[in-house]
């Protein structure tokens, strides 16, 4: 049964660059890793959907619907997507069933701002993007109960990538009834 990571967790907070090095990681260990991110399939796919509330929901629905598609072909599917919305995250894992992690993966508001790898804070700043998730438009809605939280503030990658193997080693899934 091939698992699906759902990264959560804002702009800046380390998904994409988490998500890359836990793909390398697996593939080291002979596992087939599918990776959808966010950003790439919004641009690509999804050009058509805005960030109100309910497009950011309709995008998470596609992307979980692909998700699920690529559990067929691989071991691991990661998923790095700001995700904002528990009830989005909720309708994920429903869509994905059986498999189905959610990852935080958190930071402190300094630490994001610093590393600010798409200029967007900076912009945020400026006022030029009023409606940014979590700073003025769709609020952040941290995960209640995550199966798994990663604080990249506090370690380095490769200490979050062992941290991730190591769950993933022990993982044993949980309901699919459990709110995120």
Same mark, same amino acid.
Request: aromatic share 6%.
């Given at each position: 049964?091939? +698992?699906?990571?759902?990264?959560? %967790?804002?702009?800046?907070? %380390?998904?994409?660059?988490?998500? *890359?090095?836990?793909?390398?990681?697996? *593939?080291? @260990?002979?596992? =087939?890793?599918?990776?959808?991110?966010?950003?790439?399939? @919004?641009? +690509?796919?999804?050009?058509?959907?805005?960030?109100?509330?309910?497009?950011?929901?309709?995008?998470?629905?596609?992307?979980?619907?692909?998700?699920? *598609?690529?559990?067929? $072909?691989?071991? /691991?599917?990661?998923? #790095?997507?700001?995700?904002?919305?528990?009830?989005?995250?909720?309708?994920?894992?429903?869509?994905?069933?059986?498999?189905?992690?959610?990852?935080? /993966?958190?930071?402190?508001?300094? +630490?994001?701002?610093?590393?600010?790898?798409?200029?967007?804070?900076?912009?945020?700043?400026?006022?030029?993007? #009023?409606?940014?998730?979590?700073?003025?438009?769709?609020?952040?809605?941290?995960?209640?109960?995550?199966?798994? =939280?990663?604080?990249?503030?506090? $370690?380095?990658?490769? *200490?979050?990538?062992?941290?991730?193997?190591?769950?993933?080693?022990?993982?044993?899934? @949980?309901?699919?009834?459990?709110? =995120?």
């Amino acid at each position: 049964m091939a +698992t699906v990571i759902w990264f959560t %967790g804002l702009s800046g907070s %380390g998904k994409s660059t988490l998500a *890359e090095a836990l793909k390398k990681e697996l *593939e080291a @260990r002979g596992k =087939t890793v599918v990776l959808i991110d966010g950003d790439d399939v @919004r641009g +690509t796919l999804h050009t058509h959907l805005g960030f109100t509330a309910e497009d950011i929901t309709e995008n998470n629905r596609l992307i979980a619907m692909l998700a699920k *598609e690529s559990m067929a $072909q691989a071991d /691991v599917v990661l998923v #790095p997507i700001i995700s904002p919305l528990r009830a989005s995250r909720t309708d994920a894992r429903k869509v994905i069933g059986h498999g189905f992690l959610e990852l935080y /993966v958190d930071s402190s508001d300094e +630490t994001r701002r610093a590393r600010d790898p798409k200029g967007l804070y900076a912009r945020v700043v400026a006022g030029e993007m #009023p409606d940014f998730i979590g700073y003025g438009g769709v609020p952040y809605e941290e995960p209640e109960h995550p199966d798994l =939280t990663i604080r990249t503030d506090h $370690q380095s990658v490769s *200490e979050s990538v062992a941290e991730i193997v190591r769950y993933l080693d022990t993982y044993t899934e @949980r309901p699919n009834t459990v709110d =995120t």
